[in-house]
């Protein structure tokens, strides 16, 4: 790399780093800023809730959005609206001030990640150098994932959960005013009309299938609302699909669905994302309700998760050389498998615990293998006009995974456990579900991308 290219990819990195911390930073605070705020039990779901919904609804909107008038432009644009929601959160003296600021971290999260990623692979050539820069990236986006429960618990203990939302706003500033001097604009000299009837239903049916599989979670799938909700997102995503194919500048061509790699790719990322985020929610439930820890000391454990996934990030270039995306996706998947179902072993002794830090040690690597497998393969080969599409399809997928897992994954736990909410009752069902996570994992190695 150049240094140019250096600096380009500490930049982008620290900002996908940051966004990735705040999908799990408040975690932890949720409790504390209950009784700070007022927020009725009921309605503390909605501060991660808002978030999700903004945040997976308008990624795929954004990412083209980005293609057309300018990534460069949409991503400063984002980091500007992320500082000022995170300033406003920090601030919040309301539930309502509270949920709206999480609204717009949604939204400039839903801005920033398409553009910040497309940045990124129209900055290092398809290739090694594009490989090594998604494989930093996906160490450090999951290893955002599994420290933001750290950092909330450290901030909260011993400053204020106000802090979760304030240690954005210097980070964005930082970016705001070094990135114009770095990162160059990239837009098409003619720019196609807006495919309005795509855009609407794309994301109407993203915001219903979240919302749907979120309320699934809290109530089951027999929920009329969860039903009612992933009823209309199947009808709009259903119409979207009718509009694209009728339009004359479709918000997702056809065509580049209809590519394997994209197809095939963005399949992977969504069992990648949704088997690694649902065994975090599975094992946190062990650590609190069986092993009896502190959500702080839940927190510290899951950073043995963060360490392997950063060593998976590290590590997957080489893989993906020596192997090609194919291979690595099933090695990958199959490391993730096999840790996954060792977790099945996991019993009500103190002991363990090592089970437990070694098996997602070894699955965090494996995941990560899989993860930027997947992000080289659904973006590759598509033209430098594509990348905000392709990356704005991949993020689209990695939110669609991440809020589809735990409710799936919870269903099956809690049909496990039965009438019983003791120790053994709880592990019971927690191992099925460990066991139905890791067979997906183990079924996902069969993914066949052309590459």
């Keep these: 790399m150049t240094g140019r290219q250096r600096l380009i990819l500490v930049l982008l990195l620290g900002s996908q780093f940051m966004l990735a911390v705040d999908f799990s930073i408040l975690n932890v605070a949720l409790p504390v800023i209950g009784a700070g705020l007022g927020f009725a039990l009921a309605d503390l779901q909605w501060v991660a809730t808002a978030f999700a919904l903004a945040a997976a609804g308008f990624t795929l909107l954004a990412g083209r959005i980005a293609d057309l008038y300018g990534r460069r432009r949409l991503f400063l644009a984002g980091m500007a609206l992320l500082g000022l929601s995170s300033l406003a959160g920090g601030l919040a003296s309301s539930p309502g001030i509270l949920l709206a600021a999480r609204v717009a971290q949604g939204l400039a999260t839903a801005v920033v990640t398409p553009a910040g990623l497309s940045l990124l692979t129209t900055s290092f050539p398809e290739g090694p150098l594009r490989s090594r820069a998604l494989g930093l990236n996906g160490a450090l986006m999951s290893a955002g994932f599994t420290s933001g429960a750290v950092l909330g618990g450290l901030l909260t203990d011993l400053l204020s959960w106000r802090w979760a939302f304030l240690i954005n706003v210097p980070v ?170 060792s977790l099945a072993l996991l019993g009500t002794g103190p002991g363990s615990i090592w089970l437990l830090l070694a098996a997602t040690f070894v699955g965090g690597v494996g995941n990560m293998l899989a993860i930027v497998a997947f992000m080289v393969t659904a973006t590759s080969g598509l033209p430098d006009a594509e990348q905000g599409l392709a990356t704005g399809i991949a993020t689209m997928t990695q939110q669609v995974g991440i809020t589809m897992g735990i409710p799936v994954m919870s269903a099956v736990a809690t049909a496990a456990m039965g009438p019983g909410s003791g120790a053994a009752a709880v592990l019971h069902g927690l191992v099925v579900a460990v066991l139905v996570n890791a067979a997906l994992a183990l079924a996902a190695t069969a993914i066949r991308p052309n590459r």
């Design 172 to 341: 964005a500033l930082a970016v705001l005013v070094t990135a114009p001097a770095l990162l160059t604009e990239s837009r098409p000299t003619e720019r196609p009309a807006m495919d309005v009837p795509g855009a609407v239903t794309v994301t109407g049916g993203l915001l219903a299938l979240v919302f749907g599989l979120t309320r699934a979670g809290e109530h089951g799938f027999a929920d009329p609302l969860a039903l009612g909700s992933l009823a209309a997102a199947a009808a709009l995503l259903a119409a979207f699909r009718f509009a694209e194919r009728r339009s004359a500048s479709p918000l997702v061509p056809p065509a580049v669905l209809a590519r394997p790699n994209v197809r095939w790719g963005n399949l992977a990322g969504l069992v990648a994302f949704a088997t690694e985020t649902s065994l975090v929610f599975l094992l946190t439930l062990y650590l609190q309700k069986v092993l009896g820890y502190s959500p702080l000391a839940t927190g510290l454990a899951f950073g043995v998760l963060g360490l392997g996934t950063v060593a998976g990030g590290l590590a997957a270039p080489r893989v993906l050389a020596r192997t090609g995306t194919r291979r690595a996706l099933a090695v990958g998947f199959g490391v993730q498998a096999v840790a996954t179902a």
